[in-house]
């Protein structure tokens, strides 16, 4: 079975979604540890509700980014991860971290990319953007993590509809149900090796 790391910081609703589906028999990964920035997080509770190691790791307890980086590393080793899925994880992974996981880190963004993401456009701020540009569709974006912010190769996307009289709040209810019934099939796909990634062009059956 593959073995999973997932990075979270809040409220892990997307982390509980893959754990559904993984117990429900749809995902075949074994989430190995969560790696978290906040000890508080309700993802964390989620994790040791399914007997799922908690690493609290940081970035500011350490000195600088390589010190941050062999520490991450070491985790990552420890469990034997495979791949890596953020699921609201509100830091920046090291560039080493990156390279070395090449391809094999996923993140999942609450628009559809490249519109409407990078830094500082995460949560609300993502669909208030959406509504203020009057863009009629919106939606769900996996993609592989590179150097730069909402940036890597596209695994999936999925479209959600703006309707008339939408706040952002809302929206954001209805592209985060999205992101549940979409997420795990992307995971899926890769953990399998499904997918073949030239370049920025992902392709194959997710
Ligand atoms: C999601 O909207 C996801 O797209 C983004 O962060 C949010 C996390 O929500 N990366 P949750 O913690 O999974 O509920």
Request: proline share 3%.
């Amino acid at each position: 079975m593959t073995q999973c790391a997932v990075f979270a910081s809040g409220g892990g609703s997307n982390f509980q979604a893959l754990i559904d589906r993984q117990k429900a028999g749809d995902l075949h990964v074994e989430f190995a540890v969560l790696v978290t920035n906040n000890s508080s997080c309700k993802a964390c509770d989620r994790a040791r509700a399914h007997g799922i190691p908690v690493v609290h790791l940081p970035p500011s307890k350490f000195a600088d980014e390589r010190q941050y980086a062999a520490e991450l590393m070491a985790v990552l080793d420890k469990y034997k991860v495979e791949i890596v899925a953020l699921a609201g994880y509100m830091k920046m992974i090291p560039v080493s971290v990156v390279r070395k996981f090449h391809n094999r880190i996923l993140n999942i963004h609450p628009g559809l990319l490249p519109a409407f993401g990078g830094k500082g456009m995460y949560g609300e701020r993502v669909h208030q953007a959406v509504l203020d540009y009057g863009a009629k569709v919106t939606g769900v974006t996996v993609h592989f993590v590179d150097e730069e912010y909402d940036h890597g190769p596209i695994v999936l996307q999925e479209t959600v509809i703006v309707e008339d009289g939408d706040d952002a709040h809302r929206l954001a209810e209805r592209v985060l149900a999205k992101e549940h019934a979409s997420y795990w099939r992307a995971l899926e796909a890769v953990a399998q090796g499904r997918v073949r990634v030239d370049g920025r062009k992902v392709m194959g059956h997710v």
